[in-house]
């Protein structure tokens, strides 16, 4: 049973920064792709970021790019995601997911395999 806990969700100021991490277990991560996606209420789940297990090939949504970096660990099996400059509008729910197979869609959340059950991160103005 593959579970993914998130951890490192709070409440910042503009301008701030917070990282969270995602623990995988019950599988060990070779291939495949970690993705981090969010929710705002009242808004569709939309992709933030991406890596690649092998390689490390990193994808991130324009709106994130030069303030976001993706990372992981292998030995660990965990995945960071260190948020900078953080905007209120970045408020929103995050959610950690695994990809078994790289393929194409990394950017589309309903072919992620497994999800973890998501960390409030709230951006105060």
């Known amino acids: 049973q593959v579970q993914l806990v998130e951890s490192g969700g709070g409440l910042v100021q503009a301008g701030g920064s917070l990282r969270l991490s995602c623990a995988a277990s019950g599988r060990t991560f070779t291939s495949g792709v970690m993705g981090w996606f969010r929710q705002a209420p009242g808004k569709e789940r939309e992709f933030v970021a991406a890596?690649?297990?092998?390689?490390?090939?990193?994808y991130y949504a324009d709106s994130v790019k030069g303030r976001f970096i993706i990372s992981r660990d292998n030995a660990k099996n965990t995945v960071s995601l260190q948020m900078n400059s953080l905007k209120p509008e970045d408020t929103a729910v995050y959610f950690c997911?695994?990809?078994?197979?790289?393929?194409?869609?990394?950017?589309?959340?309903?072919?992620?395999?497994?999800w973890g059950q998501g960390t409030q991160v709230t951006v105060s103005s």
């Open positions: 997911a695994a990809k078994i197979r790289v393929g194409a869609l990394i950017r589309t959340w309903n072919v992620y395999d497994y």
């Open positions: 890596i690649t297990w092998s390689g490390g090939i990193t």
